[in-house]
């Protein structure tokens, strides 16, 4: 199922074939603008020289070449991804490019796909208005070994324990910007204090700091299992991001559901913003014991002027794989692009046998090249293609609850581990498995809004997130 492009370019999708970096292709989520590498010194890294390059990029590959402006004076505008916002603003208020084409950094993204690695706290943090949570903590993380897991709550952030200040007067004073500002940079060796209260340990005072660490795609603690729901045997796999490292950890747990003759699956995939579209065809493989070599797992469509690059996609089984009978997709509004092409792409096989269930997803139906200006150390993500499934389904921009028959509203409830039985979202997707009715998820843009607040949290996001960030909403 790998799909090679012309050599010239490195094809990212944070849910397309390929690896990170240079010949991958990425599908993968966010929202926000880019981040802007510093330029350097080096022959053609000019600010103007960089502008000129991203205009000429966008003008060939561009999935909505009708959107561009005619021309667009870059003088104006401080810095690259400005002008990039500016290029592309057309598009983006039409809802078809949602600050998906932006502009990183070539090293940060290659170590991130490559091996999950980044700088933070290692939690995904969540607002509920104007309190914050960590809705997930990750393995090997100095949040995790401060006792701080799903369901902490946050109150009170200072640069120590003597300048604490209150989480809903730093959004008083700034709003989530503010908030932002207050964790501190991404870097490692930033500290913080920061006043936590969970039913665990209770109201404490902790201090972090920010370490290098390698975001694990498939949790040891919970992300692989076999619920057993009053004797109904059901697998469950939660994936947080498709990067090459998650290729033996799913492998594993599909051999783990193949051996024990499961055969009804959940794919928990609620904060997952995307990632390489190489993991999305592993995943459909490995639910593709059944399917043929002929059988189509997504079409990949450029431009008219690159119709040559124009793919299809076969299933092809592995040794691991099951013969899914009934597979529930947990998603929110940050399920996005790599996660949403497993869905789609498995629907015209499972029909009314497959489920979204918590609510409704992103909405990322096309994916990215990535174009890179080595010398400067900038990697241009661009959308240049739509992605569609064995019908030709696609055009979610609405997210999936428009595509999917059966649908099930649930809580994202952070009270209980995820893939407890307990727990809103595992919950109601085993109801779905076993047969039981459930109230659907409301498709429309304008109720996707509304059914925010009930259903999922909004991720803290930065107005530049870091390539980890866009792919793992919330992560700090």
Same mark, same amino acid.
């Given at each position: 199922?790998?799909?090679?492009?012309?050599?010239?370019?490195?094809?990212?999708?944070?849910?397309?074939?390929?690896?990170?970096?240079?010949?991958?292709?990425?599908?993968?989520?966010?929202?926000?603008?880019?981040?802007?590498?510093?330029?350097?010194?080096?022959?053609?890294?000019?600010?103007?020289?960089?502008?000129?390059?991203?205009?000429?990029?966008?003008?060939?590959?561009?999935?909505?070449?009708?959107?561009?402006?005619?021309?667009?004076?870059?003088?104006?505008?401080?810095?690259?991804?400005? *002008?990039?916002?500016?290029?592309?603003?057309?598009?983006?208020?039409?809802?078809?490019?949602?600050?998906?084409?932006?502009?990183?950094?070539?090293?940060?993204? !290659?170590?991130?796909?490559?091996?999950?690695?980044?700088?933070? +706290?290692?939690?995904?943090?969540?607002?509920?208005?104007?309190?914050?949570?960590?809705?997930?903590?990750?393995?090997?993380?100095?949040?995790?070994?401060?006792?701080?897991?799903?369901?902490?709550?946050?109150?009170?952030?200072?640069?120590?324990?003597?300048?604490?200040?209150?989480?809903?007067?730093?959004?008083?004073?700034?709003?989530?910007?503010?908030?932002?500002?207050?964790?501190?940079?991404?870097?490692?060796?930033?500290?913080?204090?920061?006043?936590?209260?969970?039913?665990?340990?209770?109201?404490?005072?902790?201090?972090?700091?920010?370490?290098?660490?390698?975001?694990?795609?498939?949790?040891?603690?919970?992300?692989?299992?076999?619920?057993?729901?009053?004797?109904?045997?059901?697998?469950?796999?939660?994936?947080?991001?498709?990067? !090459?490292?998650?290729?033996?950890?799913?492998?594993?747990?599909?051999?783990?559901?193949?051996?024990?003759?499961?055969?009804?699956?959940?794919?928990?995939?609620?904060?997952?913003?995307?990632?390489?579209?190489?993991?999305?065809?592993?995943?459909?493989?490995?639910?593709?014991?059944?399917?043929?070599?002929?059988?189509?797992?997504?079409?990949?469509?450029?431009?008219?002027?690159?119709?040559?690059?124009?793919?299809?996609?076969? /299933?092809?089984?592995?040794?691991?794989?099951?013969?899914?009978?009934?597979?529930? +997709?947990?998603?929110?509004?940050?399920?996005?692009?790599?996660?949403?092409?497993?869905?789609?792409?498995?629907?015209? *096989?499972?029909?009314?046998?497959?489920?979204?269930?918590?609510? !409704?997803?992103?909405?990322?139906?096309?994916?990215?090249?990535?174009?890179?200006?080595?010398?400067?150390?900038?990697?241009?993500?661009?959308?240049?293609?739509?992605?569609?499934?064995?019908?030709?389904?696609?055009?979610? +921009?609405?997210?999936?609850?428009?595509?999917?028959?059966?649908?099930?509203?649930?809580?994202?409830?952070?009270?209980?581990?995820?893939?407890?039985?307990?727990?809103?979202?595992?919950?109601?997707?085993?109801? /779905?498995?076993?047969?039981?009715?459930?109230?659907?998820?409301?498709?429309?843009?304008?109720?996707?809004?509304?059914?925010?607040?009930?259903?999922?949290?909004?991720?803290?996001?930065?107005?530049?997130?870091?390539?980890?960030?866009?792919?793992?909403?919330?992560? /700090?």
């Amino acid at each position: 199922m790998r799909r090679t492009l012309s050599a010239l370019i490195a094809l990212s999708l944070s849910a397309c074939s390929g690896g990170g970096g240079s010949g991958s292709v990425v599908a993968g989520g966010g929202s926000g603008g880019g981040s802007t590498p510093t330029p350097s010194a080096a022959a053609g890294c000019t600010l103007r020289e960089r502008q000129d390059w991203a205009s000429a990029q966008l003008n060939e590959w561009y999935l909505f070449p009708e959107t561009l402006p005619a021309s667009l004076n870059p003088a104006p505008y401080a810095d690259l991804t400005s *002008y990039v916002d500016a290029l592309t603003a057309t598009a983006r208020s039409q809802g078809k490019d949602r600050y998906f084409t932006y502009v990183t950094s070539i090293a940060e993204e !290659n170590a991130y796909y490559n091996s999950g690695a980044s700088a933070g +706290f290692g939690f995904r943090l969540y607002l509920n208005g104007n309190r914050l949570f960590s809705a997930e903590t990750f393995e090997g993380t100095s949040a995790l070994t401060a006792g701080i897991d799903r369901g902490t709550e946050i109150t009170e952030i200072g640069n120590d324990a003597s300048s604490l200040r209150s989480v809903s007067s730093i959004l008083a004073a700034g709003g989530s910007a503010a908030l932002t500002d207050a964790l501190g940079p991404n870097t490692a060796g930033t500290t913080r204090a920061m006043r936590v209260t969970d039913a665990a340990a209770g109201n404490r005072v902790v201090t972090l700091s920010k370490t290098d660490y390698s975001l694990t795609p498939v949790s040891a603690r919970y992300g692989a299992k076999i619920i057993d729901d009053g004797g109904h045997r059901v697998g469950y796999v939660n994936l947080r991001t498709f990067i !090459n490292t998650a290729e033996t950890p799913l492998r594993n747990a599909f051999a783990q559901f193949k051996a024990a003759g499961v055969t009804e699956i959940i794919v928990d995939v609620r904060y997952n913003g995307g990632g390489l579209v190489s993991i999305a065809e592993l995943m459909g493989n490995l639910l593709g014991a059944n399917r043929s070599p002929s059988d189509v797992f997504d079409y990949m469509t450029f431009r008219a002027s690159k119709s040559s690059s124009n793919t299809t996609s076969y /299933f092809a089984a592995q040794s691991q794989s099951v013969a899914p009978t009934r597979v529930a +997709f947990i998603g929110t509004s940050s399920t996005a692009s790599a996660s949403e092409l497993v869905a789609a792409a498995m629907l015209p *096989y499972l029909g009314n046998n497959l489920a979204l269930v918590g609510g !409704n997803t992103y909405g990322k139906p096309v994916g990215q090249i990535a174009v890179d200006k080595a010398a400067c150390d900038d990697r241009f993500r661009i959308i240049a293609f739509a992605l569609q499934n064995r019908d030709h389904q696609g055009a979610y +921009f609405t997210g999936l609850a428009s595509l999917v028959p059966n649908t099930c509203k649930a809580a994202d409830d952070i009270a209980w581990p995820m893939g407890d039985a307990r727990e809103a979202s595992t919950r109601a997707a085993l109801d /779905f498995i076993e047969g039981k009715a459930c109230t659907p998820i409301t498709a429309s843009a304008a109720a996707k809004a509304t059914a925010q607040a009930e259903i999922a949290r909004e991720p803290l996001t930065p107005a530049r997130p870091s390539v980890p960030q866009r792919d793992v909403p919330g992560l /700090f």
